[in-house]
C-alpha cells in the first residue's frame, strides 16, 4: 500500500492524487498489476518506423507481415499486456468500474496506453487498442466523456478522413465505428452526452459526416496510379462505410420494434471481407461474461464480439420499464433533446453569421451581438476572435484588427470606446494583443504565432498599427531583448517585408531578398545601434526555412502538393529512391506524431479543466442519460442523420454498378423510409421515397439496368410493408406502379390505353398507326427516328419488367389497403386520384422522375400521334380501374361511416372524369360508378342514415353540368333506370338523388334526354310506387295494436322516417311537375308536359287515402326548397297536412301561369288549359277534406294568384264565357 502511495502520490515531479487507503491488499496488488501493465503496453516498439527501406513489392504483401522487422519479444510482450488489459476490463467487478482510485488508473495510464496503440501500423496492436477502448466506452463512458470525445474525434474520424492512412487502420476503425453503431443505446449515449451538450463536440454528427465521406469516395473515378488491390481495398472501405450508416439505421429500427432491426448474417458484406484481410482470428471473440458491467447497471449483461465490438444488451437497456421512472426518463429525454434543438439552431445562427462575417466584418459582428453570441464589449470581442479563429474568415478578423484609433462600431455620440464607441477597434487589437504570453519566445515566433489568428491587411498603415501593438506587447515581456518597442516595431515590419520577399512567387530568385542585405537594412535600429548579427541571420534562416502562413494556405500547399506527386511522373521510385507507398507512410507519420501531440495537449486541457465534482457531476449525467429510452431520441438523432446519408445513398447508388453496393444502399432507402414514416417526419420521408422513384427510370426513356429493376422492387416492398405511414409519399410509388403496368401491356402486344381511347382516330388507324409511322421514310441506310428508338428502349424495358415482376406483384399493394386505417386509406385514394386524374389528362409521366410530356414531343402532328406507347401523353385508365378495385376491397369491410369519408374523395373524382371530354372515358367512369353502386345497394341502409345519397351523388353531379355530352346524360339516365328496377327494395335516401336526376332530364336541351327521363318516371310509378309509400317500418309504431291510428305513438326514429318519406315523395312530385313546361328556356314536346299533368291525380289519390304520410314535425313557409314547406297560419297539425299538397297544388299553379303559347292540335295554352283542369279536379275530388283555413290559404296563396297572374300575361280578347258545373 506504501508502495502504491508513493507510487500515486509523486510520479515524474508531478504531484498526483492520494490513493494510500484501499479497501484490501487484493485491491492494492490489482491496483499495481494494472497500472503495470498499462505501462508495458506504452513501450514503444523498437523498429516500428524503420522499414523505411522496404521495395514497393513488399508493400502489398500482408500488413503483419510487413512489420517482422520488428522485435517479435517487444511486439508478443505489447500484444500479451494488451490482451490482459482487455481480460482486466472484461471480467472486472464494481470495485474496478467505480473505485476512485481505478479510475483514476484508467484516465491517467490505460487512457495514454491507448492513445500510443490505437494507431499502431501492426494490426493487433492496434486492434486490441481499440476493442479495450470499446469495453472502456461501455464500462467507463460516465467517467471518461472528454477522453472518449479525444479519441473519436482526434484519432479514429482523423485516421478514417487522413488520405494517408493505410487499409488496415481504416478497417479497424471501421469495425470499431461499427460496433458503436450497431448498438442502440451506445448510440443513443453518444449522442446525448455530446451531441446534446452545449460544450462537447457534435460527435455523433462528425461520425456520420465521416462514414458518408468515405463512404461517397467509391463513387469517384479510381487513381491510376493505384495497383488494382488498392482499387479494390478502397471500394471495400467505402462499401464498409455504406455499410455502418446503413447499421445506424437498424440501431433505429431495434430502438423502435420495428421490422429491420434484427440482427443478420453478414454473408459477403463488406466488413466480412475486411476481418478476412486483416487475418484476425474471429475465435478469440470475449465470451458473454454475467460479470456487472457497469455502476449504475447491475443487470445489463454485455458481451464484445473480437471483430466487431457488438455488446448484447439485454431489452432492459433500450426499453424503458412501464413505471412511473418512464415518465421520468421521458421528461428528462424531452428536456435534453430540447437542449440539442437549442444548440443545433445556435449553430445554425453561428454559421449565419460566419457567412455575413465574410461578406461584410460589420454586419457579421453585428450578427453576432444580436444573436446573443459575443457581447459589444472591446475586451469580449477579442476573446471571440481567439477563440474561434479556426471558424471566423482570417481576413476579415485582420481588417477589424487593423481599422483607424477612432473607428466606431456604434453611431451614436458619447458611447465610450469600450462599448462600440470612437476607439473599439483598437480597443479589440489591444485586447487581442494583451492575451498572448511572448516571455521566452523568440521574436520571429512570437509574430508567427501572433499572426496565426488573423491574415494580415493589405494596407500599409493597418499593418503598422497592428504590428505597433504588436511590438509593445513582445517588448513588454522580453525587457532584456530590444532596448525599446520601436526597434521590436521597425524589425517586425522589416521581417514582414522579409518574408513576402522570400517567399512571393512573382518575384525572380536574383530580386529575392538577401541576408546580406536583411542585415543591412536593419542598421542602427536599437537607438541607433546595431542588433547582433547572429541575432538577424538567425531571423533571416528561420524565416527563409519556414515561412509565415496560416493554417489554411499550409494545407492548401499540402493538397497541392499531394496532388502533384499522385502525378504518373512523380510515382516512378527511381527518380527519388522512394515509392508512394513509402512516402505515404511517411506522412501518415507525420500526422500520427501530430495527431498524438494534439490528443495529449487536448487531455491535459481537459483534466485541467475537469476535477473531482465535475467528474461526479458528468458521472450522474450520463447515468441520467442511461435511463433514457433510446427510442425517445430516435427522431433527433434520424434528424441529424437523413440529409447526408440521402446524398450518399443517392449519389452511390447512381453511379454505382456493384451489386453489393445496390443492395445495401436500397436496404438503407427501405429502413430510411420505415424510421422517417413511423417518426412522422414527412419532408425525410418524401425526400427518400421521390429519390428512389427517380432511380427506377419509370416515366423517362432510359434503358433499365438491374439497379433500377431492384428499385422498383424496393419501393413495391415498401408500399406493402410500410404503406400504414406513407401519407402523401403514395403519389409516386403510385405513378412507378401506373407506368410499370404501362410496360407490361407494351409487352404483351396489346392495344395501349393511349391508343384504344383515342377519339381522334377510326379503329384501322389505331391498329395500323405504329406500322405505318415506323415505314415511313424506310430506307437501307436511314438513320433510326427518335420515336424508333425510344420504341426500341421502351420494348427492352417492357421485355425487363415482364421478367422481373408478375402481376400479382403489382395487385398486392392493391389488395393490401384492406389493411391500412381509415387515415391511411384516405392518404391512398387522394393519390391514386392525383395519379388517375393524370393520366387521364396524359400527363402520367410527369411527377415520377421530372419527366413531363414536353420534353418527349417531336414536333409535327404526326408525330403526336405516333405511338403513345413511346412516350407521346395520351388518356390511360389503370388508376381509375384500380380506384374501383380498392372501392371493392374496402366497401365491404369498413364501417359505413369510415367509408363514406373515402368516398367523398372518390366521388368528385368519378363526377370529374364522368364529365371527360373523351367519351369512352366518360363511359368507363360511369360504368365503373355503376358496378360499385350496385355493389353499394346489396347492402339495405338503415332508416337513420343516408350513405346512399353521399355514393349516389356522383351521378347527379355528371347530370348537371353543362360540358357532359349528350350520350353521357343518357347512359346515366339508363344507369338510374337500371338500378330502380333491380335495387329498388333497398333503395333508402337514395331516391333523393334519382329524383333531382329526374328533374334535371326535364330541363335537358335535348328531346331524347327529356323523353327517356320521362318514361323512366312513368315506369317508377306503375311498377315501383309500392315502394315508395311506405305506411310505416317494422320499427315505427311503439303498439303494434295502434298500427292504422293516426294517433299512434311512433319511436324517435320512425319520426325520422316519416319526415324523410315526405322529402322523398316532395321530389318525386318535383321531378313530374318539372317535365310542365312553363317558359321557353327549356322547349319540351307538348305531350311531356301533358303526360306529366297526369301524374299529379296519382299523386292526389296517395295522400288523400294516406298512402303518404305527412311529416311530424319540421314545417316551414319561407324556403320553398326545404323540406317541410307549407302554408303560413295554420295550426300545426292542419300546416303539416298540407305540406303534401303545397307541393303538387304549387306546381300546378305554376303550369297555369304559364307564358308557353302551343297550338298542337289546333288547341291554344295546352299547359295552361292542363293545369287548371288538374287542379280543378284535384280540388273537386279532395275538397272536402280541407278544413276552412286550408282552403282560404290554397285560395288566397295558389288558385287566385296563378289565375290572375294568367290573366295578366294572356293579352288575347275573351271570346265567350263558359260555366261548367262541378
Known amino acids: ?214 463512404s461517397a469516395k467509391s463513387t469517384a473515378a479510381p487513381n491510376v496510379n493505384l495497383s488494382k488491390k488498392e482499387v479494390e481495398q478502397d471500394f471495400e472501405l467505402s462499401l464498409a462505410g455504406i455499410e455502418v450508416l446503413v447499421s445506424i439505421l437498424k440501431a433505429f ?139 471566423l474568415e482570417k481576413t476579415q478578423i485582420g481588417e477589424a484588427l487593423g481599422r483607424e484609433p477612432d473607428a466606431c462600431f456604434v453611431k451614436e455620440k458619447g458611447v465610450d470606446a469600450e462599448k462600440g464607441g470612437p476607439g473599439f477597434f483598437f480597443s479589440i487589437l489591444n485586447h487581442y494583443a494583451d492575451h498572448f504570453d511572448f516571455a521566452g519566445i523568440m521574436f520571429d515566433d512570437a509574430i508567427r504565432l501572433f499572426q496565426s489568428g488573423f491574415r494580415l491587411p493589405g494596407e500599409a498603415q493597418k499593418i503598422d498599427r497592428i504590428m505597433e501593438k504588436f511590438a509593445e506587447r513582445f517588448t513588454r515581456q522580453n525587457l532584456d531583448v530590444f532596448p525599446s518597442a520601436d526597434t521590436a516595431f521597425i524589425l517586425a515590419f522589416s521581417v514582414i517585408m522579409l518574408n513576402t520577399d522570400l517567399h512571393n512567387p512573382n518575384i525572380p530568385q536574383e530580386k529575392k531578398m538577401t541576408m546580406d542585405s536583411f542585415v543591412r537594412n536593419n542598421r542602427g535600429i536599437a537607438d541607433g545601434n546595431d542588433l547582433p548579427k547572429e541575432f538577424l541571420t538567425g531571423v533571416f534562416l528561420r524565416i527563409k526555412a519556414n515561412p509565415f502562413s496560416l493554417k489554411e494556405d499550409d494545407e492548401a500547399r499540402e493538397k497541392m502538393k499531394a496532388n502533384l506527386e499522385s502525378s504518373i511522373f512523380f510515382e516512378a521510385p527511381s527518380f527519388f529512391g522512394a515509392s508512394a507507398e513509402d512516402r505515404k507512410k511517411d506522412k501518415f507519420r507525420k500526422e500520427r506524431e501530430e495527431m498524438m501531440s494534439a490528443t495529449e495537449h487536448l487531455f491535459k486541457k481537459k483534466q485541467k479543466k475537469g476535477s473531482a465534482a465535475r467528474s461526479s457531476i458528468a458521472n450522474a449525467h450520463a447515468q441520467l442519460t442511461g435511463s433514457i429510452d433510446p427510442s425517445d431520441v430516435v427522431k433527433p438523432m434520424f434528424d441529424v442523420t437523413w440529409g447526408p446519408l440521402i446524398a450518399t445513398l443517392s449519389q452511390v447508388l447512381e453511379c454505382s454498378s456493384d451489386e453489393r453496393s445496390i443492395a445495401v444502399c436500397l436496404n438503407g432507402f427501405v429502413y430510411a423510409v420505415r424510421i422517417a414514416a413511423h417518426s412522422h417526419m414527412s419532408v425525410a420521408r418524401d425526400t427518400f421515397v421521390n429519390s428512389l422513384a427517380k432511380f427506377t427510370f419509370l416515366g423517362s426513356i432510359k434503358e433499365m439496368r438491374h439497379k433500377n429493376i431492384e428499385s422498383i422492387r424496393t419501393l413495391l416492398s415498401i408500399a406493402v410493408m410500410d404503406g400504414e405511414y406513407l401519407d402523401e409519399s403514395w403519389g409516386p410509388v403510385l405513378q412507378c406502379i401506373s407506368q410499370l403496368a404501362r410496360l407490361r401491356l407494351f409487352a404483351s402486344g396489346l392495344e395501349s390505353d393511349e391508343t384504344f381511347f383515342n377519339d381522334d382516330l377510326p379503329q384501322k388507324s389505331r391498329r395500323d398507326l405504329n406500322d405505318h409511322d415506323l415505314a415511313d421514310g424506310a430506307g437501307l441506310f436511314r438513320q433510326a427516328t427518335r420515336a424508333e428508338t425510344e420504341r426500341e428502349t421502351e420494348e427492352g424495358n417492357s421485355r425487363a419488367v415482364v421478367a422481373a415482376f408478375n402481376e400479382i406483384l403489382i395487385d398486392k399493394v392493391f389488395s393490401s389497403t384492406v389493411n391500412l386505417s381509415a387515415r391511411s386509406i384516405a392518404h391512398f385514394i387522394e393519390q391514386l386520384v ?46 381509375l380501374q384500380k380506384l374501383v378495385e380498392v372501392a371493392d376491397f374496402n366497401m365491404a369491410v369498413r364501417p359505413r361511416i369510415a367509408w363514406a369519408q373515402v368516398w367523398e374523395i372518390l ?75 333491380t335495387m329498388s327494395q333497398n ?104 303526360r306529366a299533368l297526369c301524374h299529379t291525380a296519382c299523386y292526389a289519390d296517395l295522400i288523400a287515402e294516406k298512402q303518404v304520410l305527412p311529416p311530424v314535425s319540421g314545417c316551414q313557409s319561407t324556403d320553398p326548397d326545404q323540406p317541410g314547406y307549407t302554408y303560413a297560419g295554420l295550426e300545426d297539425q292542419e300546416a303539416l297536412d298540407m305540406v303534401l299538397w303545397r307541393t303538387l297544388l304549387d306546381g300546378l299553379a305554376n303550369g297555369i301561369k304559364s307564358t308557353l303559347l302551343s297550338n298542337a292540335g289546333g288547341v291554344g295554352c295546352l299547359v295552361q288549359r292542363g293545369s287548371v283542369l288538374a287542379l280543378r279536379a284535384i280540388l273537386l275530388r279532395h275538397g272536402p277534406s280541407f278544413s276552412t283555413a286550408q282552403w282560404k290559404v290554397i285560395l288566397t296563396e295558389t288558385l287566385v294568384p296563378a289565375i290572375q297572374a294568367a290573366a295578366e300575361s294572356d293579352g288575347s280578347q275573351v271570346i265567350s264565357i263558359t260555366s261548367e258545373s262541378p
Open 907 to 981: 366521388a368528385n373524382h368519378f363526377a370529374t372524369v364522368g364529365c371527360n371530354s373523351n367519351s369512352m372515358v366518360s363511359i368507363f367512369a360511369i360504368d365503373s360508378l355503376k358496378q360499385l353502386s350496385f355493389k353499394f345497394l346489396e347492402k339495405p341502409e338503415r332508416s337513420e342514415f343516408s350513405f346512399q345519397r353521399i355514393f349516389l351523388k356522383p351521378f347527379l353531379e355528371i347530370m348537371e353540368n353543362s360540358k357532359t355530352r349528350e350520350d353521357i346524360r343518357e347512359l346515366v339516365l339508363r344507369c338510374v333506370d337500371n338500378m330502380i328496377r
Open 1 to 214: 500500500a506504501a508502495a502504491a502511495a508513493a507510487a500515486a502520490t509523486v510520479e515524474g515531479g508531478k504531484v498526483k492524487q492520494d490513493f494510500t487507503h484501499f479497501t484490501s491488499q487484493y485491491h492494492t496488488d490489482g491496483y499495481l498489476i494494472f497500472r503495470a501493465l498499462c505501462k508495458l503496453s506504452s513501450k514503444a516498439l523498437p523498429g516500428e518506423d524503420g522499414n523505411n527501406n522496404k521495395t514497393a513489392a513488399s508493400a502489398m504483401m500482408s500488413f503483419v507481415s510487413i512489420n517482422q522487422t520488428v522485435d517479435p519479444l517487444s511486439l508478443n510482450s505489447k500484444i500479451l499486456s494488451l490482451e490482459l488489459l482487455q481480460m482486466v476490463l472484461e471480467y472486472s467487478g464494481p470495485a474496478f468500474c467505480t473505485g476512485e482510485k481505478f479510475i483514476y488508473a484508467v484516465q491517467n495510464y490505460l487512457c495514454v496506453s491507448l492513445l500510443k496503440n490505437c494507431m499502431s501500423s501492426n494490426t493487433k496492436v492496434a486492434y486490441f487498442s481499440q476493442k479495450i477502448f470499446l469495453m472502456l466506452v461501455y464500462k467507463f463512458k460516465g467517467h471518461l466523456k472528454a477522453e472518449i470525445e479525444v479519441f473519436m474525434s482526434n484519432i479514429f474520424l482523423r485516421v478514417l478522413e487522413s488520405p494517408n492512412s493505410s487499409f488496415e487502420q481504416k478497417a479497424l476503425v471501421l469495425e470499431a465505428l461499427r460496433a458503436l453503431c450497431s448498438d442502440p443505446g451506445l448510440l443513443t449515449q453518444i449522442f446525448l452526452n455530446y451531441d446534446c451538450d452545449m460544450d462537447a463536440n457534435n460527435l455523433y454528427k462528425d461520425i456520420v459526416s465521416n462514414l458518408t465521406k468515405l
Open 253 to 391: 429500427l431495434k430502438a423502435l420494434q420495428l421490422p429491420g432491426g434484427e440482427d443478420e448474417e453478414e454473408g459477403d458484406s463488406a466488413a466480412a471481407r475486411l476481418r478476412q484481410s486483416l487475418q484476425i482470428d474471429v475465435g478469440m471473440a470475449a465470451k458473454p461474461s454475467n460479470q456487472t458491467n457497469s455502476s449504475n447497471n447491475n443487470n445489463k449483461k454485455m458481451t464484445l464480439s473480437s471483430m466487431h465490438g457488438e455488446s448484447e444488451i439485454s431489452e432492459k437497456d433500450f426499453k424503458s420499464p412501464k413505471s412511473s421512472s418512464a415518465a421520468a426518463a421521458n421528461a428528462e429525454a424531452n428536456k435534453i433533446v430540447g437542449a440539442f434543438e437549442t444548440k443545433r439552431a445556435q449553430q445554425q445562427n453561428f454559421e449565419t453569421g460566419i457567412v455575413k462575417f465574410t461578406l461584410s466584418m460589420k454586419n457579421g459582428l453585428k450578427y453576432f451581438i444580436a444573436n446573443g453570441f459575443v457581447e459589444l464589449d472591446a475586451k469580449a470581442v477579442a476573446l471571440f476572435f481567439l477563440e474561434n479563429q479556426d471558424k
Open 834 to 879: 392525383e395519379v388517375s386524374a393524370m393520366e387521364i389528362a396524359g400527363n402520367s409521366k410527369r411527377g415520377v422522375s421530372g419527366v413531363g410530356s414536353s420534353s418527349r414531343k417531336l414536333g409535327d402532328k404526326k408525330n403526336k400521334q405516333k405511338d403513345k406507347n413511346a412516350g407521346d401523353d395520351g388518356p390511360r385508365i389503370f388508376s
Open 987 to 1090: 333503395l333508402r335516401s337514395g331516391w333523393k338523388i334519382f329524383f333531382s336526376i329526374l328533374t334535371a332530364s326535364a330541363s335537358d336541351p335535348s328531346e331524347r334526354i327529356n323523353t327517356l327521363g320521362l318514361a323512366i318516371l312513368q315506369r317508377l310509378l306503375d311498377e315501383h310506387l309500392h315502394q315508395l309509400c311506405r305506411l310505416h317500418e317494422d320499427d315505427e309504431v311503439v303498439d303494434p295494436e295502434k298500427a292504422d291510428d293516426e294517433d299512434r305513438e311512433l319511436t324517435p326514429l320512425a319520426k325520422r322516417n316519416r319526415n324523410a318519406n315526405v322529402e322523398d315523395f316532395g321530389g318525386l312530385c318535383r321531378a313530374s311537375l318539372a317535365f310542365v313546361q312553363t317558359d321557353y328556356t327549356s322547349p319540351l314536346p307538348i305531350g311531356l308536359s301533358m
